[in-house]
């Protein structure tokens, strides 16, 4: 948008949980979105956007934050800040909970990210956050990161549209600019 061809470029943007951002890219509220490609995207066209992993994040004071890395199992006798609980990253750590017998026990929910980290922060909770999303405010704040050795812990995100073809042309160069390159020789 820096670009002097695309001064005149507006994107709006709102973040959603990926059920409504599949819902309002399908009722035409929206002409493109990216979200977790476990998602389902039976209607939609797709393109490869970014992946992230899945990190507890804990305050240094916290016991789990003596170890590297962690197996979701070992978080569950402690207490967690939870994005919306209908979220699919929450189905799905809700499910692993009972696949382990046990419920996640939540002690602040939160709309987003930065106000999650803002809890682990003052010591009230972990929480299971992308360690790209995290990586930065735990510098800054000293809080540790620590993988969760998990295969579902690795996400991929999509960027999806109805149809390309009936993309604006602005539309179309903002997926061409967020589409992962094939990168194979």
């Known amino acids: ?26 009722e ?3 002409s493109v979105g990216i979200c977790w490609d476990a998602a ?9 956007y970014r992946t992230d992993h899945l990190a507890i994040v804990a305050h240094p004071s ?13 978080t569950l006798d402690y207490e967690h800040v939870s994005l919306p609980l209908h979220s699919a990253v929450q189905v799905m750590l809700q499910r692993a909970a009972a696949l382990k017998g046990k419920a996640i026990v939540y002690r602040v929910l939160v709309s987003n990210f930065e106000a999650a980290l803002r809890v682990v922060r003052a010591n009230l909770a972990i929480s299971v ?7 930065p405010y735990a510098r800054t704040y000293g809080l540790r990161v620590l993988p969760l050795d998990e295969p579902w812990a690795s996400r991929r995100f999509a960027i ?4 390309e073809a009936g993309l604006s042309a602005a539309a179309q160069l903002l997926v061409n600019h967020l ?5 194979s020789p």
């Open 1 to 26: 948008m820096q670009a002097p061809a695309h001064h005149d470029i507006q994107v709006n943007m709102e973040e959603r949980v990926s059920p409504d951002v599949i819902r309002g890219i399908k």
């Open 28 to 30: 035409g509220v929206a």
């Open 40 to 48: 389902d995207l039976t209607g939609l066209q797709s393109r490869s």
């Open 62 to 74: 916290h016991p789990l934050a003596v170890h590297e890395t962690l197996r979701f199992e070992q």
């Open 129 to 135: 956050v992308p360690h790209e999303v995290a990586e």
């Open 160 to 163: 999806c549209f109805r149809d």
């Open 179 to 183: 589409a992962v390159k094939d990168l």
